[in-house]
């Protein structure tokens, strides 16, 4: 028996009529994320540990996360208690708890590169301000930015040619491939005292493609020519940040970023974002003019302590690298068995994975489809995510979803060897 989605299915019904596209953005299916759109549930009811539910009552072993914030398990009892005790005294106060000190010493005591933190709510939120930080301190307008890569949704982060972006909005952005230094190179010379800022992933994890982790020496290279160049290096670890290394992702690669953008698994779902930076930044971002109604509320602050710490007494980025490589490893060898090559690529704790056997990604989006029916969330476009809160139990029931999902499209496509 496959999963269906009736409720889901009217509650979108429902949706399209008073909100645009129903569900707008990548959870949504307006956005050709989830092919065949009938085989993916809407709308969710609950989530504990590595599962969520829909409103169907269908059960998913969840390997998106809520696309990455969901990395110890969703409702962690310690992370949720200290959030709630954090409520009970005040969440959005005139003036900020003291919290908010503590959480900023302890990223500066977790984060290697951190002298200072600043806390707002979205990823993009700290994306934006490492430009504005970055044109702060060196009095320069353009930024490096590499093809492919996602710092959210402000209109500098756009493309030109889409709804609403003007040619002001990017007129400052230059774009290179990943992994080409000599491209970098080139830019700043032709550029002299002109770049403001290089930003990019720790390494390439774009939607669509395999992904693709930095050459030996491209950081080590880049750190120089920023340093040499008195270019601000920004590294967006809003998807990496505490599944790489709880360090930091630039740590893991061993260089230092000027300024690091962290969100995703900060406070395992409660709504908090973080710029940490370097002393010589500090002045900068001082005097930018930047805030919210939100960003300093407490009780996400509160959660974000008790997330980290747990993050760090588990040693949860070597936790989910070790899931991750259990879990994918034994993904390509079943799907050997049949015929079919899944290639993964990324980390393992938030991997990227394709069937190569055609190109056109439609053997993929057919398993990814019976995969989900059956109970393992995956999605075709994106990078997987890992918590720790899954176990060996439910790899092995993920290994059963996979196994029958690849038996399916192997019927469906007697071509495959
Ligand atoms: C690498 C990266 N940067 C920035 C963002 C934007 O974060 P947010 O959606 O919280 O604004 C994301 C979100 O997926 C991301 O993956």
Redesign the pocket.
């Known amino acids: 028996m496959t999963f269906t989605y009736q409720k889901s299915l009217e509650m979108f019904k429902r949706a399209s009529k008073v909100i645009p596209t129903g569900i707008y953005g990548h959870l949504g299916p307006a956005e050709g994320c989830f092919i065949p759109s009938n085989a993916y549930p809407f709308f969710s009811e609950r989530a504990k540990g590595a599962y969520f539910w829909d409103v169907d009552g269908n059960k998913f072993i969840d390997y998106m996360c809520a ?2 914030p969901n990395i110890l398990g969703y409702n962690d009892e310690d992370v949720d208690a200290a959030a709630l005790k954090q409520a009970a005294l005040g969440n959005c106060v005139t003036s900020p708890s003291s919290k908010m000190v503590e959480l900023a010493e302890l990223m500066v005591d977790t984060v290697a590169m951190a002298d200072w933190a600043f806390f707002a709510k ?4 700290v ?1 934006s301000l490492a430009v504005m930080v970055a044109r702060a301190a060196t009095g320069r307008k353009k930024v490096i930015l590499i093809k492919g ?5 402000a209109p500098w982060t756009q493309k030109l040619g889409y709804p609403a972006i003007t040619e002001e909005d990017v007129a400052n952005n230059i774009y290179v491939d990943w992994n080409r230094y000599d491209q970098v190179e080139k830019i700043v010379k032709e550029n002299p005292g002109e770049i403001a800022c290089f930003m990019a ?1 720790p390494y390439h ?1 774009p939607v669509f493609e395999d992904n693709e982790l930095p050459k030996d020496d491209y950081w080590q290279k880049i750190r120089k020519l920023c340093t040499d160049n008195g270019i601000v290096l920004a590294i ?1 670890d ?2 990496c940040g505490f599944r790489l290394d709880i360090e930091g992702s630039d740590h893991y690669f061993g260089f230092k970023a000027d300024l690091m ?1 962290f ?2 698994a900060i406070a395992n779902g409660w709504n908090i ?1 973080a710029l940490c930076g370097t002393d010589a930044l500090k002045d900068a971002i001082s005097s930018v003019m930047y805030t919210g109604s939100y960003w300093l509320s407490a009780v996400p602050i509160a959660a974000s302590i008790e997330c980290i710490k747990k993050l760090k007494k588990i040693d949860a980025p070597k936790l989910a690298q070790s899931l991750g490589k259990k879990l994918t490893d034994g993904l390509v060898k079943i799907g050997k068995s049949h015929g079919f090559d899944l290639v993964v690529t990324g980390v393992p704790s938030m991997w990227y994975m394709r069937i190569a056997n055609d190109d056109s990604m439609i053997l993929h989006q057919e398993w990814v489809a019976e995969c989900v029916k059956r109970g393992a969330f995956f999605v075709n476009h994106h990078n997987q995510f890992i918590n720790c809160a899954l176990t060996e139990d439910d790899i092995k029931l993920t290994y059963d979803i996979a196994d029958e999902a690849f038996k399916v499209v192997k019927n469906r496509h007697p071509e495959i060897e």
Not at 122 to 125: C, F, K
Not at 149 to 153: C, D, L, M, P, R
């Open positions: 696309y990455g979205n990823g993009g939120d994306t890569g996602y710092h959210g949704v992933t994890h967006d809003v998807r953008c969100c995703k974002s």
